[in-house]
């Protein structure tokens, strides 16, 4: 986080150090820098070099930045937003940060499609991270976890938890909760553009 600025991935004119989520456009939003902060160390053993991450709801790209930080040149860090303008601005944010090379040579990459649906091409992931609240876990999401991946979801309605799911190696899945959150639903395209 101290070497992806913050400030290329929040709208100009706003305060991008304040600890609060900001609205980006299209009824999105970016995360709180201790929310970001929190991901990242949840799903820190799963981030090491050489390893598959997928950043669900990428948004304007900067936790994606982080994340192709973490795994590396032979990593590969997928963000997925199904709002093309989103994933058209997050990529131009990229081009600007410590993330650029990483982009450019190709072992991270934004798509745009449904979240809810995973990105099967580069699956399994070692980590799955998706920044927003899902009514239940997606099964494919659950299908492209990797054994001994671990993927954060916040998941509910109303009142959502931060959930951790571990993938043990027999294909189980552990599930815990973290910590109480709010964050804007993983609905579909049309659902998020008209309000929920």
């Known amino acids: 986080m101290e070497t992806i600025d913050r400030a290329l991935f929040v709208p100009d004119g706003t305060a991008a150090y304040v600890d609060s989520p900001m609205a980006i ?14 991901c990242l160390q ?3 053993e799963n981030l090491k070099s050489g390893m598959h991450v997928l950043d669900v709801g990428s948004g304007t790209g900067y936790l994606t930045a982080c994340f192709a930080l973490m795994v590396g040149p032979q990593g590969r860090a997928v963000g997925v937003e199904h ?8 990529i131009k944010n990229i081009k600007k940060s410590a993330a650029a090379p990483l982009l450019k040579e190709g072992s991270l990459s934004i798509h745009v499609g449904d979240g809810r649906q995973g990105w099967p091409e ?6 799955i991270h998706v920044g927003a609240a899902a009514p ?9 976890l990797k054994p001994g991946g671990r993927m954060v979801i916040p998941v509910g309605n ?3 938890d931060l959930k951790v799911i571990d993938k043990n190696e027999d294909g189980s899945i552990s599930v815990r909760s973290e910590t109480s ?16």
């Open 25 to 38: 456009g299209y009824n999105a939003t970016i995360s709180a820098p201790h929310m970001h902060a929190t």
């Open 181 to 196: 959150v709010r964050y804007v639903p993983l609905t579909s395209k049309d659902a998020q553009l008209r309000g929920y």
């Open 83 to 90: 709002i093309p303008e989103l994933a058209d601005s997050s």
């Open 122 to 127: 580069f699956a399994p992931y070692d980590a």
């Open 136 to 144: 239940e876990i997606p099964q494919p999401l659950l299908d492209q």
């Open 42 to 44: 949840l799903l820190e």
């Open 158 to 160: 109303i009142f959502q």
